[in-house]
């Protein structure tokens, strides 16, 4: 068997294979001689089916069965054969085969990227430095009262915090738009959950008062039929409420599953969560950081086909974010040239995946379902599942080996706690 590989630019090869003509017409011929004794024709008895009439009847069809079996066998000859890993199916051009003469192919196809050097690693991260408080966690009660609270009619003008229940109808030029009308709907003012200026104007309004506001829409606001406009909503109030928040007491405790300690072991419960989220958020920040620097100092291809295929498990994934395609193909190639990244930093450094890691990790995954044995067993039942918990761990693993062993200017900075929190929001959008 002859193979010639040429490279055509980036990841993509070119190789061309031709197979002894005897590889094929042997294995034709063995199939016809053995379907003589068991094929069944018309004025033939069983068995007795001469090869000459055989091969006139299926003698095309046989070839082309064994021309795509060879073709299939030797082309993983040839890419052992060459060191290729190719990435994707590769695409076939069939030529013409004839008995007696070689079979040549030509195969398309892109390889797995490789990084043929060591690891670079010059460059630097900041690490936060934050400690929960009691003034975290008394926020963190607090909001946890607002989220029990209830709701009384205050007999006053509504003021930033109360909740006003409505009827609206929205026109723009004169004219309704969709989605302009609703009716008894409760908004809670200051929170932002309407058109800036929206619930500003219902300040000073009470139960019974009607007002028309005057709002315009921002210009990146999701219908285009309205975006940028400049709108009317004729409103009317139906009642005023003032929240009523819940004391901090056992009972209270309790309705958060405490069942003993009372606000004392709230206060604990709520500590241990909010320095769990810390430490994620801190671990987060470094990965971001360490990930976005590995990838500036080790450029690598990945191949286009790949990146289609990630795509498109993007868009399944993000179907309801209405990410753009622009988007989904930045952070697939992104995803693809840091596992490139990540591997042979891995492979470098002899970084093997903890498998304890990867069993806490799985039962932290598992323990907010109601039966969380049945799903770790799910998990490890799951070969791709628990390979997507084995690809985290080792990031994990890696981001932790190059902050501590790579050389990597880590330069510590004091935040708070709320401070993490809110840079983590704005960077999810």
């Known amino acids: 068997m002859e193979v010639s590989v040429e490279n055509t630019g980036g990841l993509a090869r070119r190789m ?30 069983a068995g007795k089916v001469p090869l000459k009439v055989v091969e006139q009847k299926f003698g095309k069809q046989v070839r082309l069965e064994v021309i795509g079996q060879v073709v299939s066998s030797t082309m993983q000859e040839a890419f052992a054969q060459e060191s290729l890993r190719p990435a994707g199916d590769p695409s076939i051009e069939p030529k013409e085969s004839v008995p007696g003469e070689p079979l040549e192919y030509v195969a398309t196809f892109e390889i797995f990227p490789e990084l043929n050097a060591e690891i670079s690693y010059g460059f630097s991260v900041v690490r936060p430095t934050a ?26 003008a509504a003021q930033s915090g109360d909740q006003a229940t409505i009827d609206f109808t929205g026109t723009v030029d004169g004219k309704p738009f969709s989605g302009n009308t609703a009716e008894n709907m409760p908004i809670v003012l200051g929170s932002g959950s309407m058109i800036k200026g929206f619930e500003e104007q219902l300040e000073g309004l009470s139960a019974g008062d009607e007002k028309t506001l005057n ?30 928040l819940p004391e901090l007491d056992d009972s209270f405790a309790e309705g958060f599953g405490i069942t003993s300690g009372g606000m004392t072991g709230l206060k604990a419960e709520v500590t241990g969560n909010m320095q769990r989220e810390l430490s994620g958020l801190v671990a987060s920040k470094l990965k971001i950081q360490v990930f976005d620097g590995l990838l500036e100092k080790n450029p690598v291809d990945v191949p286009q086909g790949m990146v289609d295929t990630e795509v498109q498990q993007l868009r399944e994934q993000h179907a309801l974010q209405g990410q753009s395609d622009e988007v989904l193909r930045a952070n697939a190639e992104k995803r693809l040239k840091l596992g490139v990244v990540v591997s042979e930093l891995a492979k470098q450094n002899q970084i093997q995946v903890d498998p304890d890691r990867v069993r806490t990790m799985v039962e932290t995954i598992a323990a907010s379902y109601e039966k969380p044995e049945e799903v770790i067993q799910w998990y490890y039942g799951n070969q791709e599942m628990l390979a997507n918990v084995q690809s985290s761990v080792m990031e994990e693993q890696a981001v932790e080996w190059v902050i501590e062993h790579s050389g990597v200017e880590v330069k510590d900075q004091k935040m708070s706690f709320n401070e993490l929190v809110e840079e983590a929001r704005r960077a999810q959008g």
Do not use: C
């Open 131 to 156: 400690a929960i408080t009691d003034e975290d966690v008394n926020a963190m009660l607090d909001t946890l009262r607002r989220q029990r609270a209830t709701w009384k009619t205050a007999g006053r």
């Open 215 to 244: 709002i315009t829409f921002p210009e990146d606001y999701p219908s285009s039929e309205v975006a940028g406009k400049p709108a009317e909503f004729a409103v009317k109030v139906h009642d005023v409420s003032e929240m009523v």
């Open 16 to 45: 061309t294979v031709q197979v002894p003509a005897e590889r094929v017409d042997q294995e034709v011929e063995s199939r016809l001689q053995s379907m003589t004794r068991t094929v069944r024709l018309d004025g033939f008895r």
